[in-house]
């Protein structure tokens, strides 16, 4: 399995960013999908999720309505939208995937796959 993110940047605060990530080498259909972000000197933690047919979405408190999920299965993709970025928002966000029946679980240990870190870093 393969997760393969990009999207990431160095932005002013306010403005935008989109990542994206591709899955392969497993049944993207059959998995829930979530962003997580790490910032240094702080646990992994949950930003978003999404199940498998995009239906039901979930956010992190922090989000406060500035970040969308979305997925497109005939593309194998999940994407976050960022909108109204804050220089809090700095950090590495990474893509998962989880088989399990998905609540918005915000447990990094619940989640099979991971991608590549997207690096993604917001100024004053």
């Known amino acids: 399995a393969l997760l393969v993110g990009s999207g990431g940047g160095s932005v002013q605060a306010g403005d935008s960013l989109r990542l994206s990530c591709v899955a392969s080498?497993?049944?993207?259909?059959?998995?829930?999908m979530a962003w997580f972000r790490e910032i240094p000197g702080r646990e992994r933690e949950f930003v978003s999720g999404i199940n498998w047919a995009g239906g039901n979405t979930y956010y992190a408190d922090f989000v406060q309505d500035r970040f969308i999920i979305s997925r497109d299965n005939a593309k194998n993709t999940v994407s976050l939208q960022m909108n109204s970025l804050k220089p809090e928002d700095t950090a590495r966000y990474y893509c998962a995937a989880t088989e399990s029946g998905y609540r918005g679980d915000k447990r990094p240990q619940m989640y099979e796959y991971w991608g590549n870190g997207i690096q993604v870093s917001v100024s004053s």
């Open positions: 080498g497993f049944t993207f259909t059959d998995y829930a």
